[in-house]
């Protein structure tokens, strides 16, 4: 039996090649591959709430990252049945993929999108922005990276930054090929993928801090404020050097207002409650944020210069 070659005997559009061969390619490269319903990002395939129990879930369900394949005769006859768009599951697939967003409509303007907030967090971090794979998303785009193996990194949202969410472990990412009503995921920059750095790692695995709250302080000169502001905004954005960095941060910061405090430019409850609140912020415990900052401004306080000599 012959068929004409543009029309399939299921009554399917014709298979675009670019999402067979797109998932091909991920699973050649080791990254397990999912079917997204045609034209969206989401996961075809049955909901759990849904699970009827048979067939593949007959084991209990298994969820879009369990089913994702390498298998390429399962691929061959997963998209010869639909057009798919390719999902990849980045925790089997060993990646961590950082995924740059847009601002959204409601946002004032001048707000930063997911590439302006990672251009940010790497010059305060000191770091250039990697160098890796990367995808153009419909709105955004992926920097793909190898995940560190010695950690099992989950998806974030916003924690790097924000309009910067991670897809790892529970999650997955749109290859390219693949297109929504937004537009089509196509390759952007061919690098090979690129290690996720350390520094970026440690602040996926460190504990979650809340957003940094600015301090606004009322009472005192106004250098002192000055000063106690700008030292808190130096506290909150301390990320690197794990504890250790943030507690040397927390201390330095604290000695250079102690002088304002020894000077009597500004109440000592005012600092230790504002360099309190900033250290908290940081993720460092509330009882080592007190130790650290009582004990510089004694030190300081005790050993401070006379404003005439200073
Ligand atoms: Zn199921």
Redesign the pocket.
Known sequence: MTQPTDIRRDGHRPLPPDLLASALTAAERGWPVIPLHPGSKRPAG?P?RA???TGR?ADG??TPEERATTDLDLIHAAWAHRPYNVGIATGPAGLLVIDLDPVKAEEPEGAPDGAASLQALCERAGQAVPDTYRVRTARGEHLYFTAPTDVRLKCSVDRLGPHIDTRAWGGYVVAPGSTTPDGTYEVSHDASVADLPGWLAALLTEPHRPAPVPVRVHDGTRAARTALERECAVIVSATEGGPNGRNNTLHKSACKVARFVAWGDIPRHVVEQAIQGAGEATGLPPAECRTTIRSALDWVIAHATPREAA
């Open positions: 049955h759990k699970c009827p129990g879930c369900h298994r």
